[in-house]
């Protein structure tokens, strides 16, 4: 498939959590078409993106946007994203779609809550290495303001 036709799903992931860097480090090793791309929730296309849905960006959410730059654009968070993202991965996450999305979304909101505690947090948004800066939407040196 022309990769120019491949639809892309950008993913907004705070820069600064270890282990969002983690999962996005992950997605980039499992994700064989290449669908994910992905900027820091502290950057400029975050906060445009977010804006043109009337949001504002939080640090305790990830974003995935469903349909980027059509005009059926559509911000999804927490739960709707697991949904999204997992079963495009591995095929036994279809499981998440009988997983009601409240119950997601509460556990994507502790996991939040407690991730710096755990993993850790560095002092500024972490930098893609050089095979990584491809599949990231904003500028590596701007990606945290």
């Keep these: 498939m022309d990769s120019s036709n491949r639809p ?3 993913l907004f992931v705070d820069g600064t959590c270890i282990y969002c860097n983690r ?3 992950f997605i ?3 994700d064989r078409e290449g669908v994910f791309h992905f900027a820091h929730l502290q950057g400029a296309l975050a906060r445009a993106v977010l804006a043109r849905h009337g949001l504002v960006p939080d640090i305790d959410t990830i974003y995935a946007v469903a349909n980027y730059r059509a005009p059926n654009e559509r ?3 927490d739960g709707e994203v697991g949904r999204l993202v997992w079963p495009k991965l591995f095929r036994s996450a ?3 779609r009988f997983v009601p999305l409240f119950v997601l979304n509460w556990q994507y909101r502790m996991f939040a809550k407690i991730r710096y505690r755990i993993f850790g ?3 500024a ?3 893609p290495s050089q095979a990584e800066r491809a599949r990231f939407m ?3 040196a701007a990606t945290c303001e």
Excluded: E, G, K, Y
Aim: proline content about 8%.
């Design 8 to 10: 892309v799903i950008p």
């Design 23 to 25: 999962i996005v480090s």
């Design 28 to 30: 980039l090793r499992h």
């Design 75 to 77: 911000v999804l968070t």
């Design 94 to 96: 279809f499981v998440l």
């Design 121 to 123: 947090q560095a002092p």
């Design 125 to 127: 948004c972490i930098v």
């Design 138 to 140: 904003d500028s590596a």
